[in-house]
């Protein structure tokens, strides 16, 4: 079983920072990717970043320059730091990773969210 464990999110005013972070846990092989969507209220889930295996990152447009994702390795965990934060960044995030649970078989998993607020 697999599990992802986020922190980070919170209140803060526009303009200010927050640093968002995920650790996997459980029967994991090798994996894929992980990286960061959020949802607002009324709005579809969207991808924010995301890094794979190879180092390779996207990022959302309307993220670009705000926002950058890292990745330690060896902990399993992937980070989301968001800067010039704005009421329109105010949404859940989740985590998300595909893995490899064996030689063949790869999941995709979520987190159970975290919300973030952007407000004066």
């Known amino acids: 079983q697999v599990q992802l464990e986020e922190s980070g999110g919170g209140l803060v005013q526009p303009g200010e920072s927050l640093r968002l972070s995920c650790a996997a846990s459980?029967?994991?092989?090798?994996?894929?990717?992980m990286g960061w969507y959020r949802q607002a209220p009324g709005k579809q889930r969207e991808l924010v970043a995301d890094?794979?295996?190879?180092?390779?990152?996207n990022y959302a447009d309307s993220v670009k320059g705000r926002f950058t994702i890292s990745r330690d390795n060896a902990k399993n965990t992937v980070y989301l730091q968001m800067s010039s934060l704005t009421p329109e960044d105010t949404a859940v995030y989740y985590c998300?990773?595909?893995?490899?649970?064996?030689?063949?078989?790869?999941?995709?998993?979520w987190g159970q969210g975290t919300q973030v607020t952007v407000s004066s």
């Open positions: 459980g029967s994991i092989f090798a994996i894929i990717a």
């Open positions: 998300n990773m595909r893995a490899y649970s064996d030689y063949v078989r790869h999941d995709e998993y």
């Open positions: 890094i794979n295996r190879g180092g390779g990152i």
